[in-house]
């Protein structure tokens, strides 16, 4: 009895509701903004993406205009190594007992060799001189107004290299390029002690001339080894084959 009661009350009282514009389901006016038309169109017409008229995207180009430069990996060197390894001549010079007389001023104050070491697998060659495979310390010297690259092995001078090029070394170079030795707590204490101490010794020893070695690999067989030695780089050029 009260279920068939309460069930005539929700019947009498839908009209009121709906009278005052309150309904269950989809409001009116819903779908006022639906072409009729266009219902029988195929979904890919009705949502098809929207095309937007943009431009293309230009990347930043270097100039030398604007202070800067274009790099691509396709360029060459400017040098014509070929013509510079040509008009190079041998050393006509050598040392008495193949001794370099200036390494014991150069080393007097190092505790190890500052000269580079060049390791060699195969050997190289300038012009006549065949240089074996095998490790050398690498010495630039001046010998009448000329510079040479001396080659030696077990103190003594081996091969004497002409350099091509001489040139000052980019500042802050030895920084960038030599690592700086990782110390313990207990070597960073020792060290600034003797730091401290030094600075009121007047035997206290020189920093050694700092060193680097570069080699490059050229084209038509060519290799370019450059020695950074203190304030300078010096140049020389080889081939991996003979001529």
């Known amino acids: 009895m009260k279920k068939a009661l309460l ?17 269950a389901g989809t409001p009116p006016g819903f779908y006022d903004d639906i072409d009729p038309e266009t219902l029988n169109q195929d ?4 949502f098809k993406p929207q095309e937007y008229n943009k431009k293309p995207q230009t990347l930043h180009e270097f100039s030398e205009d604007s202070g800067n430069f274009s790099y691509t990996p396709e360029t060459k060197a400017t040098k014509n190594y070929a013509e510079i390894y040509k008009n190079l001549e041998p050393a006509s010079h050598s040392y008495l007992h193949n001794i370099d007389p200036d390494e014991f001023y150069d080393e007097k104050d190092a505790a190890w060799s500052i000269y580079p070491l060049l390791r060699l697998n195969s050997a190289i060659f300038f012009k006549n001189i065949a240089i074996e495979p095998g490790y050398y310390l690498l010495t630039p010297r001046e010998h009448q107004g000329k510079w040479y690259i001396l080659f030696k092995q077990n103190g003594k001078v081996v091969y004497i290299i002409p ?51 570069e080699v490059n690999d050229l084209d038509n067989y060519f290799i370019d080894i450059i020695i950074y030695y203190g304030g300078h780089k010096y140049s020389t050029i080889f081939r991996t084959i003979r001529l």
Do not use: W
């Open 7 to 23: 069930l005539l009350v929700i019947l009498l009282c839908i009209p009121v509701y709906a009278a005052e514009g309150i309904h």
């Open 43 to 46: 979904d890919e017409e009705i």
């Open 163 to 213: 350099v091509y090029e001489r040139d000052y070394t980019p500042e802050k170079f030895y920084d960038e390029h030599i690592p700086k030795p990782k110390l313990k707590t207990s070597q960073k204490i020792h060290m600034k002690v003797l730091d401290t101490i030094g600075k009121t010794k007047s035997s206290k020893r020189k920093e050694p001339v700092k060193s680097y070695l």
